[in-house]
């Protein structure tokens, strides 16, 4: 089972960009699908983004596309987490996941899970 730690939360005003960072550990990286979630204060953990294991290919939930990037760099076992033009809206716990096969985008789907690293927009 791999683990993830994640970094890179923080503050930042409307309209900032902040970077996460994911490292993993106790596993081949490369087999892994990974995915950022996010979850709010009294809301549902929700999806932002997936990427293959290969980085190939990805996928982001209609409210983060065109603003956020998903990529990965096998060779450091990590998967990061660009985001730009940050919104209010965006405040959240977010999550870093892995999945052995396909992509998926349901929380349930990934079996393995980071601790999570708060970011907060200011508006």
């Known amino acids: 089972q791999v683990q993830l730690v994640e970094s890179g939360g923080g503050l930042v005003q409307a309209g900032g960009s902040l970077r996460l960072s994911c490292a993993a550990s106790?596993?081949?990286?490369?087999?892994?699908?990974m995915a950022w979630f996010r979850q709010a204060p009294g809301k549902e953990r929700e999806f932002v983004a997936v990427?293959?294991?290969?980085?190939?290919?990805?996928k982001y939930d209609d409210s983060v596309k065109g603003r956020f990037t998903i990529s990965r760099d096998n060779a450091k076992n990590t998967v990061y987490l660009q985001m730009n033009s940050l919104k209010p809206e965006d405040t959240a716990v977010y999550y870093c996941?892995?999945?052995?096969?396909?992509?998926?985008?349901?929380?349930?789907?990934?079996?393995?899970w980071g601790q999570g690293t708060q970011v907060t927009v200011s508006s």
């Open positions: 996941a892995a999945r052995l096969g396909l992509v998926r985008t349901t929380a349930v789907s990934f079996g393995s």
């Open positions: 106790g596993g081949t990286f490369s087999d892994y699908t």
């Open positions: 990427i293959t294991r290969g980085g190939d290919m990805s």
